[in-house]
């Protein structure tokens, strides 16, 4: 059965830089593209981050890029995705995705 377990998150001082991870469980892993998501209310799910399988080829959305980084560990079986210096604006639920398959999602708040 193919998991997706995501950690990291919760409320978090402006200026932080909070590392989310996704475990991955019971496929492939270094066969997939893995991909972050993020959701605030009201909107759909926007894709904003996503890496290849072997991890040379990480590739952002423009709103995104330079804000966060994403890796990922191969041998562990995780995706990273480390968020630097954030402001309000970044407040979302926070997915992993690949292929049909949806991490829970993990709320980032940006606030003092």
């Known amino acids: 059965q193919m998991q997706l377990v995501v950690a990291g998150g919760g409320l978090v001082q402006p200026g932080g830089s909070p590392r989310l991870s996704c475990a991955a469980a019971g496929f492939m892993f270094i066969a997939e593209r893995m991909t972050w998501y993020r959701q605030t209310p009201g909107k759909e799910r926007e894709l904003f981050a996503s890496?290849?399988?072997?991890?040379?080829?990480?590739d952002y959305a423009v709103f995104m890029r330079a804000r966060f980084t994403i890796c990922r560990d191969n041998v562990k079986n995780i995706v990273y995705l480390q968020m630097n210096n954030l402001s309000a604006e970044v407040t979302a639920v926070y997915f992993c995705h690949t292929g049909a398959n949806w991490g829970q999602g993990t709320q980032v708040t940006v606030s003092s």
């Open positions: 890496i290849s399988p072997n991890g040379d080829m990480p």
